[in-house]
């Protein structure tokens, strides 16, 4: 992932990964909510389907919640 930044409202993140994708980006990035705070985590694997699963958290949007980084990123919102 060479640069993914996120616009999020009045809010804007940039992850900087430095690695081309290919494929499908939910291979590489997901959003999920943490079962104990409801916030939103950010999450890469940065090999993608690449010896298989495996996400790290790399941030978390506190008291933000529902986004779809597909949608986000056909959007224009997430730029890799």
Known sequence: IDLVVLYLGNYR???????????NIK???????DGAT???????DAN???GGT?????ARLDD???FDEVALYNAGHIII
Do not use: A, C, P, W
Not at 13 to 23: A, L, P, Q
Not at 27 to 33: A, E, K, V, W
Not at 38 to 44: A, E, P, S
């Open 48 to 50: 993608g389907l690449t």
């Open 64 to 66: 933000l919640v529902g």
């Open 38 to 44: 409801g916030d939103t985590l950010v999450q890469v």
């Open 13 to 23: 993140e940039v992850i900087d990964n430095r690695k081309r994708i290919s494929g």
């Open 54 to 58: 495996n996400f790290q958290t790399i």
């Open 27 to 33: 291979h590489y990035l997901q959003f999920t909510t």
